[in-house]
């Protein structure tokens, strides 16, 4: 199956052994899209997908036709699978690199091209709505991915691949005037005077047609100075390396690791604590990722005071990581409490009131997990002290039924995460109580001492740095107590001035006065941007 590749950007195209292209109906190439992006799939969610005006067992009947069809067209089954369908394993998807690598790894080729060019699902509105969809994200994965890459060849040294890529961001992000501001200055710093004024031109030019505006004060004074022949640095701070943003290797954590490790070997339910900033998401997720995959439920502060507000977050993103499972209609009308979109005829469900009324609210919840829990090795639930009260029990009595399961390790490992001290009262209890039963662990993790500092240094700064202080490691460490947001926020702030000496007499007070300062230091623009995502 190695040899099959199916191509989703640019024209669409299923390309067999024998390098022939295999041509595909329109419903056929939708089926692989939506499988290869979406993953396994309900059959009843595909044929309403492809058939959304036809009965259900008509819509089901006609999907069998379908992949029986594919089948015969290309000597073997692509799609395979009972109630749940899967694209076959070793069909090779172009798209699927570019959305699984890292963001900015590499300076390598970006796969571009618009997901599956030329075709459209007018008349399959939810498809249509999911295919515009996905276009939008892989563009914006792309436009991400072309910038990365510019960076990194521009931090190595490889203007001319550097410029190339920025070309690329140009062509892809057509109203962003620092697109082309860096194509402007890749151009100068290459000796191309006439290239960087034709780009200014190209850029004067887009904005006036597409927008009816002239360019910023920036880009016009980077024009006067190309017209003088001079040849600007970069304005502003100097570019982090990627690294420093997200360094590669966890460090200093060998004694938890061992103590998790032994933990989740005995089934136990593993508690993470810590202080805010001190690494505890980065070092449960890492530790979970390598045991295979993970269900990740984090925690919203505005889930705080809602009942079941932490519920219903975690039931959408347990149906999205399962790909929407088909529900009993007793627990579709249970969730229809929190759930709007399960309410039949607006209808609003009374409040639970009674003890029965309460059972089956969670029976129904518990419900969701069991459908929701194949091929999951371990579910994270961070940031509990943003949960609200009635979710925490709802988790306790989640908890509670599988008391009475065996460690078994086919059985996900449930990993609690929360801020030290903030663990609600009833979470506390819950906690001991599992503990002296010897069914749960509860790790603290501590900030990191000076040798684990020291290396957290020489990994964020990726050997961008020709020399680094030798005092560096010890300052920060004095400075941080070692917790590691801390530590990076203050390396970054240390490369944005372009200085990595700490100074002892003027030493900000803790890592919000940190973020404070560099957020100080950003264009008013770029602190709306900031404002509005918080909002979000």
């Not at 031109?201 to 597409?210: A, D, I, M, Y």
Request: proline fraction near 7%; glycine fraction near 10%.
């Amino acid at each position: 199956m190695a040899t099959w590749q199916l191509r989703l950007l640019g024209p669409p195209a299923l390309t067999g052994p024998d390098g022939r292209d295999v041509r595909l109906d329109r419903k056929s190439l939708g089926l692989l899209a939506y499988l290869a992006l979406s993953g396994p799939t309900e059959r009843a969610r595909l044929a309403g997908l492809l058939w959304p005006d036809t009965p259900p067992q008509a819509a089901r009947n006609n999907l069998v036709h379908l992949l029986r069809r594919q089948a015969a067209l290309t000597g073997t089954p692509l799609v395979i699978g009972a109630g749940t369908l899967a694209l076959v394993e070793g069909l090779a998807v172009d798209v699927r690199p570019l959305l699984d690598a890292p963001g900015g790894e590499g300076a390598g080729d970006v796969p571009l091209g618009t997901f599956v060019q030329g075709e459209e699902f007018d008349d399959l509105p939810d498809l249509a709505d999911w295919t515009l969809a996905w276009r939008e994200q892989i563009a914006e994965r792309q436009v991400e991915s072309l910038r990365a890459a510019r960076d990194l060849a521009e931090r190595r040294g490889d203007l001319t691949r550097a410029l190339a890529a920025a070309q690329q961001v140009v062509t892809h992000d057509r109203l962003s005037e620092e697109a082309h501001r860096h194509v402007m200055r890749l151009h100068l710093a290459l000796g191309d005077r006439p290239a960087a004024l034709r780009a200014y031109h190209h850029c004067k030019h887009v904005l006036s047609v597409e927008l009816g505006v002239e360019p910023a004060p920036d880009t016009v004074q980077l024009a006067r100075s190309a017209d003088r022949g001079v040849v600007p640095t970069a304005p502003g701070a100097a570019p982090l390396p990627l690294t420093v943003l997200r360094p590669p290797v966890l460090v200093g954590r060998d004694e938890p690791l061992a103590r998790m490790e032994a933990a989740w070997q005995a089934g136990h339910t593993i508690y993470v604590t810590g202080d805010p900033g001190v690494g505890k998401t980065r070092f449960v997720r890492d530790f979970v990722a390598s045991k295979g995959p993970v269900l990740y439920l984090p925690g919203y502060p505005g889930s705080r005071d809602v009942p079941f507000g932490a519920a219903a977050h975690n039931v959408r993103a347990r149906l999205a990581h399962a790909g929407h499972p088909a529900l009993p209609e007793w627990v579709r009308g249970q969730l229809a409490r929190i759930l709007p979109e399960y309410r039949e005829d607006g209808a609003v469900p009374g409040p639970v009131d009674t003890p029965e009324e309460r059972l089956a609210y969670f029976l129904a919840h518990y419900e969701v997990v069991k459908l929701t829990g194949a091929g999951v090795v371990g579910v994270i639930t961070d940031d509990v002290q943003n949960y609200d009260d009635a979710s925490i029990d709802l988790g306790a009595f989640f908890l509670a039924q599988g008391d009475a399961i065996p460690a078994r390790r086919d059985v996900p490992r449930h990993v609690i995460v929360y801020r030290r001290g903030t663990l609600p009262a009833r979470a506390t209890a819950r906690q001991e109580a599992l503990v002296r039963a010897g069914r749960a662990t509860v790790i603290d993790l501590q900030g990191l001492d000076e040798t684990a500092v020291d290396t957290l240094v020489h990994d964020a700064l990726g050997g961008t740095v020709a020399e680094v202080p030798s005092t560096l490691a010890r300052d920060l460490h004095l400075l941080t107590g070692g917790n590691a947001q801390y530590v990076l926020e203050t390396l970054r702030q240390l490369l944005e001035r372009r200085d990595l000496t700490l100074d002892t007499n003027s030493r900000p007070g803790g890592v919000v006065e940190v973020i404070a300062g560099r957020f100080a230091r950003l264009s008013e623009r770029a602190r709306q941007v900031l404002r509005a995502a918080g909002v979000l």
